[in-house]
């Protein structure tokens, strides 16, 4: 293993032992929560068996659990970067380039519904739909192909409220308001959101709303934190968003539900940056002001269509349709790459980017017991993305539109052994791809090249497969093996040619960034214990690198990336009534092939992969009152960039940090009030992408938010 397997291969069998050994004289052989475990469905993995019939590490964050997250951090990525070590630290601004799963790029979905822009990748995926109306979010680890391109470290699959149960009116609502410990006017924040719906027989009708206002952000020593004025900010910005769903009840099996999403988050535009300074370690701020330009800003609008049978012919079919549209404004600036002499004087010029995206799919899947033993699945996705990215004040196309197209046969298989013992899992996915450029000149400060367009394409057949052992209720053990894909970023290697008398179909090179993940793992879901030991290591022959320019634009590089990892999880029920310990680790190393030899030899940087960490939380619930604590420690991290074994630069290095959160509940009869603390104790500390990338640039030198409290009151009907 080439890296660092001395380090991870110990740790695993250390972990895989001791769980098992704990279970001989602590766990009851028959306990009350092994058939509630077996049921749990990962509607992501495009099956109905339950998650312990298949070889994967998978995570559910269901309501309860999202909701107390979402109070202490404000959106879904801060809730999964909480809840998994493996995720990396979040920049705690509106892009997420740079944030991994398992030190690769999550597939961020809705119902299955890919939110990602793979041609142009815009890193705006974290935010598509308000998390008030999510009943849950399945975490699927590792690379694969389950739901097409993207999922190169994993799935985040955001699931929409559940359709009502009973007759008649339903629904609930949501206030709340945040301020920071200095109770600045500025840092105030609010939210409404409610939910209204209504079923009568065979019909249902759900309709919501929400709006939230941020103020800015303050870091643990009292300064406002830094505007990133040009790829986005949470902080002092407004959102809106609207859902709506129809349902019909066919049958007592079928149902066709049509729903509906609309987001949309936008700065305020009334501050700006100013740079801090990474020699006297003073991070980069803000100052009321009127940037140039339009707001920085984020829209999507999601239509979704399905049919389910539950029993059509003895198995389930799933028939989906759905469009999906984005816009997202990115900061304005006189930067070199956006001055044209036959427009303006240089340096005099202003401009802004827009990535705008529209996605049309048709996804079919059935899936059917066709003997005893064995379930089949079977199915057919199909894609089709248009993007292109446009500056806004003088219509140029810096990337032109491009139309990605897939077509994706797949079947998997799961024969039970032994009274379902023993389970035997695989499957392949065809992926049919091609690209469609059209001809443009690319901007003058590339050359004004003119660049003739093309159709390249590949196909390529992904596999998958694994083995689970589950000797006894609640106890399984898995190894596996997974490929999942991506394209590199076409958009920022269209948009980058400089050479002249380029043909797209001999120039770009669109063979998918195929990685390989293996993991073995084993888990314990027994009496008061719940613990978990993943050792993954994956791979990939073209590699997609980010790497920054002199002009701080991330480019593209195709090079060999190895990356394994270690995850440990244990949580436990505790002798006192209704409290529960946890606690989870991740270790995580990766290299990358700078010569292009064929063998790694410099380490992944900070945008690449995350430091390692350790969580620990404390949860109490009994009658009405509920609480939580919970601190994640991130460790330091040092990164050898150069082939010189020795030459670790000081200058990427991350000293680590920790950070608490605590939040309490009380039902009151009329509602739960809650209370969130996030990073209770201040600290004050330089974000991880701050302090290992750009460290050359003092306007990207942030730092983190400080002490939050967040007051809300929610109720239900």
Known sequence: MSVRSEFALPLIALALMAPTAALADSVPAVPAEADETEQVVITAARTELPASALPLTVDVI??????????????????????????????????????????????????????????RDGSRDGYTIDPFFLDRVELIYGSNALQGIGATGGVVNQLVAK??????????????????SGLDDNGLGGKAAALVAWRGGAFDVTVGG??????????????????????????????????????????????????????????????????????????????????????VSNRVETVNLTLTDSDLAGGKLVLQAFFNRTRDIFGGSTASTFQDVSIAPIGT???????????????????????????????????????????????????????????????????????DRLRLAGGVRYEDVKLKVDDFT????????????????????LLNGGV???????????????????????????????????????????????????????????????????YFWSSSKLGGLLVLNPAGVYDVQRQRIEIEGLEVNLGVRLPVNGLRASIGYAHLAGRTDSDQDGVVDVDLDGANISPDRLNLALDYTRGPLSARVQTGFYLARTFMLSTNPTAYDPATAFEGYNLTDAV??????????????????????????????????????????????????????
């Open 210 to 295: 929400a709006y939230e206002k941020r103020g800015v952000f303050y870091d643990g020593a009292g300064r406002i934190i830094g505007v990133d004025g040009a790829q986005g900010d949470t902080m002092a910005s407004k959102s809106w968003s609207a859902f709506a769903r129809l349902g019909w009840q066919l049958n007592d099996t079928a149902r066709l539900e049509l729903f509906a999403n609309r987001f949309e988050l936008k700065g305020d535009h009334d501050y700006v940056q100013v740079a801090g300074s990474r020699a006297t370690n003073t991070p980069s701020t803000s100052v009321r002001g009127s940037p140039d330009g339009e707001p």
């Open 62 to 119: 269901e309501k309860e659990e999202l909701d107390q997250q979402v109070s202490i951090a404000g959106s879904v990525v801060d809730a999964v970067a909480n809840l998994s070590p493996s995720f990396s630290p979040t920049r705690q601004k509106l892009s997420g380039a740079g944030e991994t799963l398992r030190g690769r790029s999550p597939l961020y979905a809705i119902n299955g519904i890919p939110q990602s822009t793979p041609v």
């Open 349 to 419: 010029l202003f401009d802004q980017s827009a990535n705008k995206s529209r996605k049309l799919g048709a996804r079919f899947s059935y899936e059917r017991e066709v003997a005893d033993l064995l379930t089949a699945t079977v199915g057919f996705d199909s894609l089709w993305d248009r993007t292109a990215q446009s500056l806004l004040w003088t219509g140029r196309d810096w990337v032109p539109p491009t139309t990605f197209r897939s077509l994706a046969p797949f079947a998997q298989l799961n024969l039970g052994l032994f009274d």
């Open 664 to 717: 309490v509940r009380y039902e009151t009869g009329f509602g739960g009030v809650t209370l969130a603390v996030s990073n209770l104790f201040d600290a004050d500390y330089i974000t991880y992408n701050s302090d290992t990338i750009s460290v050359t640039n003092d306007l990207r030198f942030f730092s983190g938010r400080g002490r939050v409290f967040t007051l809300g009151w929610d109720f239900k009907f």
């Open 468 to 534: 689970i052992l589950e000797p006894v209720k609640g106890i399984r053990a898995y190894a596996s093996y997974a490929e999942g894909y991506t394209i590199a970023d076409v958009g920022r290697i269209l948009r980058a040619i400089n050479q002249p008398d380029v043909d797209i179909d001999t120039f770009l090179d669109i063979s998918p960034v195929v990685s390989n993940n293996r993991e073995i793992g084993v888990e314990v879901k027994r009496g008061p214990l719940d613990a978990s030991a993943t």
């Open 442 to 461: 690319t901007l003058a400060s590339y050359g004004s090249r003119a660049v003739g367009g093309g159709n390249p394409s590949f196909r390529d057949a």
């Open 163 to 180: 359709a009502p149960a009973t007759d008649g009116f339903s629904g609930r609502a949501l206030l709340q308001g945040s301020a920071g």
